[in-house]
């Protein structure tokens, strides 16, 4: 018997090999990313008593209208408005262009 003729008659023998591959792997992958993430999870909460301490004790309570009263002040202090000149050839605004833009782009 041929391999063609084998798959025709049981059509399962190809295809529950590979599902059971990809189970496998997925069982045999989830002690590395358990690995991965404990790693990430130990650099990021390492942090001693002293830091914890310190971080505690100069803490401000947020008040979020404070704050925008806070900056809203600080841009209006140092703020002028200035008119800047204008290139040569361009037109004061309110003023249409002489000759209507032609449609191909060029001038």
Do not use: C
């Not at 002690?31 to 301490?53: N, S």
């Amino acid at each position: 018997m041929s391999m063609n003729q084998i798959v025709r008659k049981h059509p399962g023998l190809f295809g529950v090999p590979f599902v059971l591959i990809i189970v496998a792997a997925s069982f045999g992958l989830t002690t590395f990313t358990q690995t991965r993430y404990d790693m990430h999870d130990r650099k990021v909460k390492h942090v001693t008593k002293e830091e914890e301490l310190k971080l505690d004790k100069n803490r401000k309570k947020f008040d979020i209208r404070e704050e925008y009263f806070r900056l809203s002040a600080a841009a209006d202090e140092h703020w002028e408005p200035k008119r800047i000149a204008r290139p040569k050839g361009v037109p004061e605004w309110g003023v249409p262009p002489t000759e209507p833009p032609s449609k191909d782009g060029s001038r």
